[in-house]
């Protein structure tokens, strides 16, 4: 740990001597006598800090604070600032944990910034600390993204312990930083006291059995979390214990509304698990429980729970194993009895034409279900007319399947088409929103 204070000599934790800049001033009358050009208070101010405390200047940060001066100039509020360190729109110099330390001193009192979101970046537990620092200043902040930034253990435990005393903040991403077991155990005891947040992103965050059991504990209490990803735990051993207690958490919680539990190493006997608690629960609209090891066997059990629960509307079983009998479990029920499902995924789950067909007939029986993923598969040329003509008559649109028909020496054929139920959860697109309904379309039906 480092200590903090040292901040108010101009030298955050980790901050070397102040080095002397000759970075000319943009904000200074030019040379020549003319008027300086009008420039916007939060670039103006970022500017002057750093020639403050000596600190260089990261031009791309000074470009998205000119066009949040521009937004305010419009009138506008609650303004999300978009510092993403993967953005190809521009070049960009990553966002260090020194440039978050100028950011805090910032937005501690800026009222019209309500969101920030500055994932892939490197920021590291020194800018945890002032992402801390914000929590505890800045009282209209309800969005933070700090995926993939390099904060550990240490950060985290920081981040958590000052979202006891915040009750602004509804949406915090920290997905790909490792703050391991004992990051993880601090965000469940967190969420035993905060009563604001509503969705947590931990995935890919090297928890372990305790935090995850941890979680599964505190949210048979906690009744203001709407989501939370516990996505690629680093789980030992066979025995699937983290499903029992998450299936006992579904039994108890009636508020939370998205679940995900990817790569768990879920079999058939955790699927149970989750199902037998599905008959209670009546709250999750959205379950994913891709990248596990669930076969036709699992397909048994959700068939089952999906007749009577009358809430679940998306259900994402990419990579996983169900074959074609799974895929005809699931096509039953969806023919004849389920009308909430809204969208499935089976991506790369080695189901044949049989089974694919299976699911594409229980489209024209069913008029709810409007979301279908089948990439991945083995297609033969009945699958790939099924599709088309379920394209081709409207049953199925095109943006809310990943395939698309084309005709080669009169056979058709499928091509894949980027959309999915969390295709941008990683990554932007090159150009335009990242956030479009097409290519994530989980988070569309069931809004974060």
Known sequence: MWDPGKEAAGAGPGFPTPVPTTTPNPFSAPADGSAPEVTGHLQETYYNLCMEKSQKINTFI??????????????????????AGNSRLMPEERVTGKDFWILFRILKKSPYISGLDVRYNLISDVGAYYAAR????????????????????????LIAKALHKNTTLKYLRMTGNKIENKGGMFFAAMLQINSSLEKLDLGDCDLGMQSVIAFATVLTQNQTIKGINLNRPILYGEQEESTVHLGHMLKENHCLVELHV??????????????????????????????NKITCDGTVFLADVLKSNTTLEVLDLSFNRIENAGAKHLSETLASHNRSLRALSVVSNNIQGEGLVALSQSMKTNPTLS?????????????????????????????NTDVEPFVVDGHMYLAEVSNGLKKHYYWRPIYGEACTNSPNAGFTLVPR
């Open 62 to 83: 000074l470009h998205i604070l000119q066009e949040v001066d521009e937004e305010l100039e419009k009138g506008s509020e609650g303004i999300t600032l978009n510092i």
């Open 371 to 399: 979301n279908v993923y089948i990439w991945g598969n083995k297609f033969d040329e009945a699958t790939c007319v099924a599709y088309s003509d379920l394209i081709q008559t409207g049953r199925l649109k095109p943006d």
């Open 134 to 157: 914000l929590l505890q200043k800045q009282h209209k902040l309800v969005y933070l993204n700090l995926m993939f930034n390099d904060i550990g253990p240490e950060g985290g435990e």
């Open 262 to 291: 990817c790569k768990h190493n879920i079999k058939n006997c955790g699927i149970k698990q989750l199902c037998d608690a599905l008959y209670l629960n009546r709250s999750l609209r959205y379950l994913d429980v891709s990248c």
